[in-house]
């Protein structure tokens, strides 16, 4: 995982590969680490384009790892959000080991040879329909009309298939993204406004107000993001703005807070909600 990708990589315009395959990205929350789940949208040897299960931030560092087909072992890399908008990432590998590296690569090369392979057997079949020269004279029109018409329908067939196979792709990454492993739908957290979450706290947990930041006097409001469970435990939070020195106090102190389940139709689902923790120095 310490070996950067060569700069020569990098440089050169990057052929991306249309798949869809289960990831699992790995980024630090509160000196937390949390797994997201997700899909890939498109491979290539400087990174992934992916559809995750959670929000990351530009310019944020993660930890990827995801399998190609027919490879015998996981790619792991170290990456960092390139850009980022409505649960789809792009992120850039930044680091991966050499044996990693160069099966990504043999990965990539097999795709373009099977591309290329492909694309032969359509044109010689087209080849071997169309009539040779010295007998175009003695050719009667509608056998050239049938060999055209069999060309044209074999390159139909070629593309129907190719289309069926990347949308069984396509589909397998969905379900895979959708389902928690128990044949269950992964639940979607439903946003739900901090006033409303607020009024359903039944255990709470005060923050311990840092010692540095007591003796500098620092106070104020810190906004966090969590996502509740159906439980009502908190299963992730971090940061969004307030005081450096009193965001990780905050974070800390939440993460142990319960909340009376929320409920859509009569059933508990999972919420995404913002939550504020006030500091302020006794006068």
Wanted: include cysteine; hydrophobic fraction near 45%.
């Amino acid at each position: 995982m310490g070996h950067a990708t060569s700069n020569p990589v990098s440089r050169r315009r990057l052929r991306r590969y249309a798949i869809a395959v289960p990831i699992d990205v790995v980024a630090l929350r509160s000196g937390v680490p949390a797994s997201i789940p997700g899909r890939t949208l498109d491979v290539s040897e400087g990174g992934v384009a992916t559809v995750l299960a959670g929000e990351l931030s530009p310019g944020e560092p993660v930890g990827v790892e995801f399998r190609l087909p027919a490879a015998r072992e996981a790619i792991q890399a170290k990456a960092i959000v390139r850009h980022s908008s409505l649960m789809r990432c792009g992120l850039q590998f930044l680091a991966m080991s050499i044996e990693q590296e160069n099966a990504l690569r043999s990965w990539t090369e097999m795709a373009d040879r099977a591309a290329v392979r492909t694309t032969t057997s359509v044109a010689s079949r087209a080849a071997s329909a169309t009539p040779a020269a010295g007998s175009v004279r003695n050719a009667k029109p509608v056998k050239r009309s049938h060999g055209l018409r069999w060309a044209v329908m074999s390159a139909g067939v070629v593309a129907v298939v190719l289309a069926a196979v990347a949308w069984w792709s396509w589909n397998t990454g969905w379900r895979e993204l959708e389902n928690d492993g128990t044949g269950n739908a992964a639940a979607v957290p439903f946003d739900v406004s901090s006033s409303v979450m607020g009024q359903r706290i039944i255990h709470r947990v005060d923050p311990i107000y840092p010692s540095d930041a007591l003796k500098a006097k620092i106070q104020g409001q810190v906004t966090l993001e969590a996502l509740i469970s159906e439980d009502g435990t908190v299963r992730d939070v971090y940061a969004v703005s307030g005081p450096e020195a009193l965001r990780s106090a905050a974070s800390d102190a939440v993460k142990w807070w319960r909340f009376e389940p929320y409920r859509v139709n009569g059933r508990a689902a999972a919420v995404h909600t913002l939550i504020e923790v006030d500091f302020r120095l006794e006068r």
